[in-house]
Nanobody, 124 residues
Framework: QVQVVESGGGLVQTGGSLRLSCAAS????????MGWFRQAPGKEREFVAA????????YYADSVKGRFTLSRDITKNTVYLQMNSLKPEDTAVYYC?????????????????WGKGTLVTVSS
C-alpha cells in the first residue's frame, strides 16, 4: 500500500499564495505519476495538475495555467503545488493522488492512491 498525505492548505486572500505539499510513503515502488485534483462545494472533482515520475513532464488544467506550478522532489517522493494569484474560485478541497501511469488527458484514471485532502479557502 501507498500512503498519501497532503499539507499546506489554509485561508488566504484573493491574490495571495499558498504552497501545498504531498508526500507518498509505503510501497513507493508503485509511485510514479503524482497529481492534484480539487473539489469545490457542490461540484465534481476536477483535475488541477500532474507530474511524471521523473518530473520532466507536467500537465495543468487551463484554469490554473500560469498561476500554479507543480514540482517534484524524487528523493522524498514529494510534490509541491505552488499556487499564486489565488482567486475565490480556487476554493476547494485539494486532493493529491499517485499512480503507476501518467495518463493524458484522463489523468485520474492513472491514479491508484489518494490522500484525504486539504482545504484551501480564498477569501474575496
Amino acid at each position: 500500500q501507498v500512503q498519501v498525505v497532503e499539507s499546506g492548505g489554509g485561508l488566504v486572500q484573493t491574490g495571495g499564495s499558498l504552497r501545498l505539499s504531498c508526500a507518498a510513503s509505503g510501497r513507493t515502488a508503485s509511485v510514479n505519476a503524482m497529481g492534484w485534483f480539487r473539489q469545490a462545494p457542490g461540484k465534481e472533482r476536477e483535475f488541477v495538475a500532474a507530474i511524471s515520475g521523473s518530473g520532466g513532464t507536467t500537465y495543468y488544467a487551463d484554469s490554473v495555467k500560469g498561476r500554479f506550478t507543480l514540482s517534484r522532489d524524487i528523493t522524498k517522493n514529494t510534490v509541491y503545488l505552488q499556487m499564486n494569484s489565488l482567486k475565490p474560485e480556487d476554493t476547494a478541497v485539494y486532493y493529491c493522488a499517485t499512480g503507476r501511469l501518467l495518463r493524458w488527458p484522463e489523468v485520474e484514471r492513472g491514479m491508484d492512491y489518494w490522500g484525504k485532502g486539504t482545504l484551501v479557502t480564498v477569501s474575496s
